[in-house]
């Protein structure tokens, strides 16, 4: 749905150089194509309308009946949809390559932190070897009789 200003019937005929009551003759018969938001009075209408309101002033002058300018108006809406969508897929499309990227730059955040934890691995590995080593000297050295690892004749 469009944003922006919001006009008032009042507005619209000012833009348009038209009558109050031909805008909201407009309006009655052509609801259905003019976006607008709250009920009575206090109904307010898109900037975007505004065009829709010239289109059909537009079409009356050229002498085309009510049927005809709402087949153009569908014809105008179901283009406009088909705009949206295509605004809508590459929105998308944009948002899932975005992610695409974010999801690369964690997996080569994540190949770093599992190679920096394969380093710490190997290091502790060699640590726990050389630990192993020095207490199997040690529970060799202890197991000597006293006398000899009093002298020093391991």
Aim: glycine letters at 4%.
């Amino acid at each position: 749905m469009q944003t922006g200003e919001w006009l008032t019937i009042s507005d619209i005929s000012k833009q348009l150089g038209l009558e109050e009551s031909t805008i909201r003759f407009y309006r009655n018969k052509f609801e259905k194509y003019i976006p607008f938001v709250g009920q009575g009075s206090s109904r307010r209408y898109y900037a975007a309308s505004v065009e829709i309101f010239r289109f059909i002033n537009q079409a009356f002058k050229k002498d085309l009946n009510v049927l005809e300018i709402e087949e153009a108006l569908n014809k105008s809406s179901r283009k406009e949809s088909q705009k949206d969508i295509l605004e809508q897929q590459k929105s998308l499309l944009a948002s899932v390559s975005a992610v695409f990227e974010q999801v690369q730059m964690i997996m080569e955040e994540m190949a770093d932190v599992i190679d920096e934890l394969n380093r710490y691995r190997l290091s502790f590995e060699k640590k726990e070897q050389d630990l192993t080593a020095r207490i199997e000297r040690l529970e060799q050295k202890a197991r000597l009789p006293f006398w000899k690892r009093w002298l020093g004749l391991s």
